[in-house]
């Protein structure tokens, strides 16, 4: 199993930055993709960002590319959200989830860390 721990959340206001890290734990070399996910009250979880862990291919949702950056520390067992140009639509609880070699979707999640962007 693979534990996940996110961190870097905080209060910022429209138009600022920052950085979200997942620590990895556990069976990590069973990783083959992270992503970032959000929700907030009322919605259903949106997916964010995913990066494979081999070749480092990204994917972004349409309301968050070209603002959004998803990368990745092997070394570190570590994968990153660098948000920029934040909005206050972008409020709410970010979740970094692993998708595992042996298949099953995104089966390992993280206890969310909170984002709240003030206009």
């Known amino acids: 199993q693979v534990q996940l721990v996110e961190s870097g959340g905080g209060l910022v206001q429209a138009g600022g930055s920052l950085r979200l890290s997942c620590a990895a734990s556990?069976?990590?070399?069973?990783?083959?993709?992270m992503g970032w996910f959000r929700q907030t009250p009322g919605k259903e979880r949106e997916f964010v960002a995913s990066?494979?862990?081999?070749?480092?291919?990204?994917n972004y949702a349409d309301s968050v590319k070209g603002r959004f950056t998803i990368s990745r520390d092997n070394a570190k067992d570590t994968v990153y959200l660098q948000m920029n140009s934040l909005k206050p639509e972008d409020t709410a609880v970010y979740y970094c989830?692993?998708?595992?070699?042996?298949?099953?979707?995104?089966?390992?999640w993280g206890q969310g860390t909170q984002v709240t962007v003030s206009s």
């Open positions: 556990g069976r990590t070399a069973s990783i083959y993709r």
């Open positions: 989830a692993a998708i595992e070699r042996a298949g099953g979707g995104y089966s390992q």
């Open positions: 990066i494979t862990w081999d070749f480092g291919s990204t």
